[in-house]
């Protein structure tokens, strides 16, 4: 068997609505995309609130946040845009999600 080649490191809330349906999908994506392993983290919404969205976009591939950190985002452009990085398909393929369990 051959080793994963990238792993993307994510963070969210901590809380089963935040944290459970990221497993789910990178679990399903993980299957279909062999090369690549998804590590998700979770904090408190305290937490998130004690840092910047800046530290969290330097040290994670993946984060999930609140509307309120929209005008941090945009000012310092933070995040990068998805449909520089992926394709179409790709594109097409994430905003199917998993399917129906």
């Not at 509307?67 to 945009?74: C, L, T």
Request: hydrophobic content about 35%; aromatic content about 8%.
């Amino acid at each position: 068997m051959q080793g994963k080649s990238k792993t993307l490191r994510g963070m969210t809330w901590k809380h089963d609505r935040g944290l459970a349906p990221l497993l789910a999908t990178a679990k399903h994506f993980c299957k279909e995309h062999s090369d690549l392993t998804i590590e998700w983290e979770a904090r408190s919404l305290q937490e998130f609130g004690e840092g910047t969205v800046q530290v969290l976009a330097d040290n994670y591939d993946l984060v999930i946040i609140d509307h309120p950190y929209m005008g941090q985002v945009a000012q310092k452009q933070c995040f990068l845009p998805l449909d520089e990085h992926f394709t179409p398909v790709q594109l097409h393929e994430l905003e199917r999600g998993p399917p129906a369990s």
